[in-house]
């Protein structure tokens, strides 16, 4: 059973970076909602006017500083006036497609950002334990099937998978050389395919379904026949903020310190959560009552992995994290919330903090 302690998070200093994207607003929230005093840094949101950040006014659960951390004298102010005692890293450039277009940007948020972090957190004096998000497109994929474990050698041949694996290079040193003189323990958390309520990131499956139910027109569904592990939004924070605990805590009850669980996670959903794109549409339109919805077949020049999971045996043994939506409650979850949200948007925030709680209740079962 997972073991998220409600009270760990209640009165102590958080920083986010990346409170404005999708995971992060998400984990923001939760946070604000067990007492955490949370502090964001992150880019303006960019994902149009109905950006989870303005819609659930996320705003008023933190303190909210826009900026950006290829800014290192910005990262590193904003560690010295907050004195954070944990960091969740989230802030990426997070697109595959955007990467192509932008490979020097995307390097420079997702290699140079998060050094620019990792140091804060370093020299900082106050940070405890930094969880750092990654993907589990860090792994040299040869589109086996059988899962990926966290010692398996990383890769990455698009420039956002690259950047990616870089920033857990990156990580391992601060992990290992870099923080032997000070207190901060570091560890990075693989996972991928998150789906939720307030996601409008461009070239997402569930996105891009809300998109053309709302506007009326066809579904084009680029890769169809891709396999992927689907998550809800709220298992990936849970298994964040588990890790964060135990870095900090440690384990007692299997004799483990806070330092055992520096290095790598996986935070992926079992097999049964594994469902080819063009399946995954076919639940969210049926859910949406649209199973009638055009649906197109498309095509793309872009390279993606056709099958990519990862083994979270680690995760479940050593945090004792463990998964509760399955793949039907997963769609239902995040269908409802859209179509909720499309009837009424002001509710944005009411939707998330509903989904939440009901969560939270689940965890204490």
């Not at 804060?120 to 334990?129: I, M, N, Q």
């Not at 789906?195 to 084009?220: F, K, N």
């Not at 649209?290 to 056709?306: C, F, I, N, Q, Y």
């Amino acid at each position: 059973m997972s073991a998220v302690k409600r009270d760990f998070f209640d009165g102590r200093k958080v920083l986010i970076t990346g409170h404005t994207g999708f995971k992060g607003g998400w984990l923001t929230l939760i946070l604000n909602k067990l007492g955490a005093e949370v502090t964001g840094l992150s880019l303006a949101p960019d994902q149009g006017p109905d950006n989870i950040f303005d819609r659930a006014s996320i705003e008023s659960a933190c303190h909210s500083v826009i900026g950006d951390i290829r800014d290192r004298a910005l990262v590193d102010r904003v560690f010295a006036e907050t004195q954070p005692s944990l960091v969740f890293h989230l802030a990426a450039q997070p697109l595959v497609r955007r990467s192509y277009a932008d490979p020097i940007g995307t390097f420079a948020s997702n290699v140079m950002g998060t050094a620019h972090v990792l140091e804060a957190s370093r020299t900082c004096g106050s940070v405890e334990a930094v969880v750092c998000v990654t993907t589990d497109k860090v792994y040299e994929n040869r589109e086996w099937n059988w899962p990926y474990r966290e010692n398996e050698p990383l890769g990455g041949i698009d420039p956002y998978s690259a950047s990616k694996s870089a920033a857990e290079m990156v990580a391992r040193a601060y992990m290992t050389t870099l923080n032997s003189a000070c207190e901060c323990r570091i560890a990075t958390a693989r996972g991928g395919n998150v789906v939720g309520g307030g996601d409008w990131s461009e070239d997402r499956i569930v996105p891009d379904i809300v998109r053309a139910v709302r506007a009326g027109a066809s579904l084009v569904l680029r890769h169809p026949g891709a396999t992927r592990p689907w998550q809800h939004v709220l298992e990936a924070c849970d298994g964040y903020m588990l890790l964060a605990q135990r870095l900090i805590e440690g384990r007692s009850s299997r004799g483990k310190t806070g330092a055992d669980f520096i290095g790598a996670w996986n935070f992926g959903p079992d097999a049964a959560l594994e469902t080819p794109v063009s399946e995954l549409a076919q639940r969210m339109l049926e859910a949406m009552a649209r199973d009638d919805h055009p649906v197109e077949l498309g095509d793309s020049t872009v390279h993606e992995s056709s099958y990519l999971r990862l083994d979270s045996t680690k995760a479940v043994v050593e945090l004792g994290w463990r998964q509760k939506l399955d793949f039907a409650a997963t769609m239902s979850a995040t269908a409802e919330w859209y179509r909720d949200y499309l009837a009424d948007p002001a509710r944005a925030r009411d939707l998330i903090e509903r989904q939440i709680d009901h969560y939270l209740e689940l965890e204490s079962c």
